[in-house]
């Protein structure tokens, strides 16, 4: 249906204009009933996209600084593809201390997440262990070589805790910071998986220790690379994946 779509919102919406950033999905502020929104069109399901707004009312009424699905005149969350959210407003993260509050603010969506079902679909990194697909990732597209690398790093994760994670919090243009808040916006990534992967930071920002920071940081390079292939991206994270 497209941008026709909006029109569940009402009679006083319009787009505005394009917003960078988006990849996977078109994204466009838009004006609903005289405040600023943003809105998200792309192909996921309706199950994938329930997981996700859903996420983001219990992560709002949890404290977190998250946009928040606006509902369409019936009331549902999303229409087509479409979801409408409200707009967070706010710099990334530009000094050490920036991405320390970062590191809080991800450990928090973490706390708040555990036990959590995993989006459909998806797949976890230890997942990938035994299966070969998941949403963006199909592990028989890269070469043999390269898979076995990328198992190695994810098998040291396996047997860990698991949660939500954001899935792109080192982009600094999916991060919302004012003087008293830290805003995660862009939830397209997030999945259940271990909550480490989160936490490869610039600067190492959340402090991880000496193996735990080596394993994490070879799992994200690994995660990056299968989730990109074949991109020149992908090549310069798997590059970073210590061969057998």
């Not at 988006?22 to 309706?46: H, I, Q, T």
């Not at 949890?62 to 409408?84: K, M, N, Q």
């Not at 910071?177 to 190492?204: C, F, K, Q, Y």
Request: glycine share 10%.
């Amino acid at each position: 249906m497209g941008w026709e779509a909006l029109d569940r919102w009402g009679d006083d919406v319009t787009r505005l204009e394009p917003l960078t950033g988006g990849v996977a999905n078109d994204v466009w502020s838009v004006r609903l009933g005289g405040r600023l929104a943003v809105g998200r069109l792309g192909s996921r399901s309706d199950a994938d996209l329930a997981w996700e707004t859903e996420l983001l009312q219990h992560l709002d009424r949890s404290g977190l600084t998250v946009p928040v699905p606006i509902p369409a005149t019936d009331g549902r969350l999303f229409a087509d593809g479409l979801v409408v959210m409200t707009y967070l407003d706010g710099g990334p993260p530009e000094t050490d201390a920036d991405w320390r509050r970062v590191a809080g603010t991800l450990r928090e969506l973490h706390r708040l997440t555990r036990g959590r079902p995993q989006r459909p679909g998806w797949r976890s990194s230890t997942d990938l262990l035994h299966a070969g697909t998941g949403t963006k990732v199909d592990l028989g597209e890269m070469p043999a070589e390269a898979v076995a690398r990328c198992r190695a790093a994810w098998a040291r994760l396996a047997g860990r805790e698991t949660c939500v994670v954001h899935g792109n919090p080192t982009n600094p243009g999916n991060i919302r910071m004012t003087a008293d808040r830290v805003a995660l916006i862009d939830w397209d990534e997030s999945h259940v998986d271990v909550p480490d992967l989160d936490l490869v930071l610039p600067g190492n920002a959340a402090d991880l220790a000496g193996a735990t920071h080596d394993i994490a940081a070879q799992a994200s390079a690994a995660w990056e690379a299968a989730v990109c292939w074949d991109d020149a991206y992908a090549v310069r994270r798997l590059a970073e994946v210590r061969p057998l």
